[in-house]
C-alpha cells in the first residue's frame, strides 16, 4: 500500500534528523546545514523561519513560522503550526495540523486531526488509529485507521479504510470515492454521488480466521497442519498478555530506580531511542550469520537467538509502559504514581499494543517501532552504566590520583 512505504520513507527520515543533531545535549538545540535546519527539543520549539527543509524530533513538539522547503517531524504530541511551502510529514503519538501545506501531507501516528485552516495543496496519506480530517485537501486523499471522520472537500479521489467511516457536514468529494468498511455505510447524496462510489467489505477478525480455516482444504496435494480454534487462540493471547504483564511488574518491584531513569532518558529523545533499537537488534541478527560463517561460534547460535527474544520481549514490555505512562501523565495524573498504579498502567499498555497487532498494517508498524523505542532505551542506558565503569582519565593539570602505601 502506498500510504505504508510513504510511512516507512517518514520514518527513515525523521530517525536521520534525530542522528544528525544527538551530539547537541541541550534542553532545546538548533543546528543549520546550508538550507536544512535541524531541531531537538524536549518541549516546544522556537519559531521557524526555515529558507530550506526542516527536521525536527522531541517528546511535545509545537512549531511556529514558516518552512521554505519540506518539514520531517517526530514527537509524542504534535502541535504543528508552521506553514509549509513543500511536503510533510509527521509522526507522533497525537498530531495536530493547523497550517497550509504547500505539497503533500503524510502523517502516521494513534490520533491525527487536520483543522479547517489546514489546506492541503497536494495529496494527503494518513495512517493512524483515529482520523479527523477538517481541513481541504485539493489533491487525493488515502486514510487508514480504525476511525476515519471526514468533515472537508476532497478535490481529487478519496480511498479511506476503517472500522467505522462518518461523514460531517462540510465533507465533498468531487473524485471517486473507494471505501472499506465491515458494513456499508451511508453516505449522503451531497457528499458524492452514489455512482463514484467503490464499496469493499472488510471481514471480521474471527471470520479471516474461519477463511482460513475454509481455505485450507482449497491446496490440492499438500497436507496443512490444523489452524488452531478460536479458544485455543484466546487462550494463548491470554497466557502471552499475563507473562509480559509479570515480567514488567517483577522490572517495576525489583528495579524501580533504574527503570524510571531509563523512562526518563527514553522520552526525552523518542526518536534517537528507535535509531538506537534499530542498530542494537541488527547488531545482535547480524551476529547470527558471523557466528554461522566462522564454524567456531556454531555453537553459540542458540545463544544469540535467545538474546534477541529476550531483548526484543524486554523492548516490547518496556515501550508500553513507557507510551502508558506518558498518556496517564499528559492527562493530569499524579506525578509519582505507586507501583499497584505503575503495573496497571503497564497491563493496559501491553493489551493495547497486544490488540493493535489485529490491526492490518498500521498494527505491526506500531508494534515494531515500539519494540525498536524500548530496546534503544535498555541499550543506551546499558552503555551508560558501562562507560560509568570505566576508568577516568586524568583532567590536563590535576595530578593522578595518589594511591595509599600498601
Request: hydrophobic share 50%.
Amino acid at each position: 500500500m502506498r500510504a505504508s512505504s510513504r510511512a516507512i520513507a517518514l520514518l527513515g527520515s525523521v530517525l536521520w534528523a534525530a542522528a544528525t543533531v544527538s551530539p547537541l545535549l541541550a534542553e532545546t538545540a538548533l543546528q543549520t546545514n546550508g538550507t536544512d535546519t535541524f531541531i531537538t527539543a524536549s518541549s516546544g520549539m522556537p519559531e521557524l523561519q526555515a529558507p530550506g527543509d526542516v527536521f525536527a524530533s522531541g517528546g511535545a513538539v509545537l512549531t511556529k513560522g514558516r518552512v521554505a522547503g519540506d518539514a520531517h517531524v517526530a514527537g509524542f504530541d504534535l502541535d504543528l503550526e508552521a506553514e509549509v511551502a513543500g511536503d510533510l510529514y509527521a509522526a507522533g503519538a497525537t498530531a495536530t495540523l493547523r497550517a497550509p501545506v504547500g505539497g503533500d501531507l503524510s502523517m502516521i501516528g494513534f490520533s491525527l486531526r487536520t483543522t479547517d485552516t489546514a489546506v492541503i495543496t497536494g495529496n494527503a496519506r494518513m495512517l493512524g488509529s483515529t482520523i479527523t480530517i477538517d481541513g481541504p485537501v485539493e489533491g487525493a486523499l488515502a486514510a487508514t485507521g480504525g476511525e476515519v471522520a471526514l468533515n472537508a472537500a476532497v478535490t481529487g479521489d478519496a480511498l479511506l479504510q476503517g472500522g467505522t467511516i462518518t461523514f460531517g457536514p462540510r465533507a465533498r468529494i468531487s473524485g471517486t470515492l473507494t471505501y472499506s468498511a465491515p458494513e456499508p455505510v451511508t453516505i449522503p447524496p451531497e457528499v458524492i454521488p452514489a455512482g463514484r462510489v467503490v464499496y469493499h467489505k472488510t471481514p471480521p477478525l474471527m471470520a479471516r480466521f474461519e477463511h482460513m480455516r475454509d481455505q485450507r482444504d482449497g491446496w490440492p496435494g499438500r497436507d496443512m497442519p490444523a489452524l488452531p480454534g478460536t479458544l485455543a487462540l484466546v487462550t494463548a493471547f491470554l497466557v502471552t498478555l499475563g507473562f509480559l504483564i509479570l515480567l514488567g511488574g517483577a522490572l517495576l518491584a525489583l528495579a524501580p530506580q533504574r527503570v524510571e531513569t531509563l523512562r526518563r532518558s527514553g522520552t526525552q529523545r523518542p526518536a534517537l531511542m528507535v535509531l538506537f533499537g534499530l542498530l542494537g537488534i541488527a547488531t545482535l541478527m547480524g551476529l547470527v550469520p558471523v557466528a554461522v560463517m566462522t564454524v567456531i561460534g556454531l555453537p553459540f547460535v542458540p545463544i544469540v537467538v535467545l538474546a534477541i527474544l529476550v531483548v526484543w520481549t524486554l523492548g516490547y514490555v518496556f515501550g508500553a509502559y513507557v507510551v502508558a505512562l506518558r498518556l496517564y501523565l499528559a492527562f493530569d495524573g499524579h506525578e509519582d504514581p505507586g507501583l499497584g498504579l505503575r503495573i496497571a498502567l503497564l497491563g493496559c499498555g501491553v493489551l493495547v499494543f497486544s490488540l493493535l497487532n489485529f490491526v492490518p498494517v498500521l498494527g505491526w508498524m506500531v508494534n515494531f517501532v515500539l519494540v525498536l523505542f524500548g530496546i534503544g532505551a535498555l541499550s543506551t542506558g546499558m552503555l551508560r552504566a558501562l562507560a560509568a565503569r570505566l576508568p577516568q582519565e586524568p583532567v590536563a593539570g590535576q595530578p593522578p590520583p595518589s594511591v595509599p602505601a600498601g
